[in-house]
């Protein structure tokens, strides 16, 4: 299930950054910090907002420990929609889901993006794959 999770949620959340970013870019000007973590705001909250069933199927299953209340991901599914519905069931504890994606999603990828930039403008890295590995590896 958290693979399922993770393949879902935390990708649209890199996914939205993107499209985010450029809808908050000024034409031929660098993005601000500020921009870039709106942007993380954004993705993070648009994805949580989608995928939040994906995080409470998570969570349920997991703490099903006996393995006697659900049979696996799809019985857990069709369970909390039947007896609890999407709003109180799917969706429960979407508000703070989003919160708290959008305040991560902010932090990790504007920081990252930040710092990807500082190091290329101002120390002469190139935008490659290198670049990025060697970044993730010092935050790391």
């Known amino acids: 299930m958290l693979i399922f999770r993770e393949l879902t949620y935390t990708?649209?959340?890199?996914?939205?950054?993107?499209?985010?970013?450029?809808?908050?870019?000024?034409?031929?000007?660098?993005?601000?910090?500020?921009?870039?973590?709106?942007?993380?705001?954004?993705?993070?909250?648009?994805?949580?907002?989608?995928?939040?069933?994906?995080?409470?199927?998570?969570?349920?299953?997991?703490?099903?420990?006996?393995?006697?209340r659900y049979t696996g991901l799809m019985n857990a599914l069709q369970t909390i929609y039947k007896m609890e519905g999407l709003r109180n069931g799917l969706y429960k504890g979407v508000g703070i889901t989003i919160l708290r994606s959008a305040l991560l999603t902010s932090a990790q990828l504007a920081s990252y993006d930040h710092s990807k930039h500082t190091l290329i403008t101002q120390y002469g890295a190139k935008d490659q794959f290198l670049t990025h590995f060697w970044y993730f590896n010092l935050k790391s």
């Not at 973590?37 to 954004?42: K, M, P, S, V």
């Open 11 to 68: 990708s649209a959340r890199f996914a939205f950054y993107e499209p985010a970013r450029h809808l908050l870019s000024e034409d031929g000007k660098p993005m601000t910090l500020p921009a870039k973590i709106t942007a993380g705001l954004i993705s993070g909250a648009t994805a949580a907002a989608i995928f939040t069933p994906t995080d409470v199927l998570k969570i349920r299953l997991q703490a099903d420990v006996t393995g006697t």
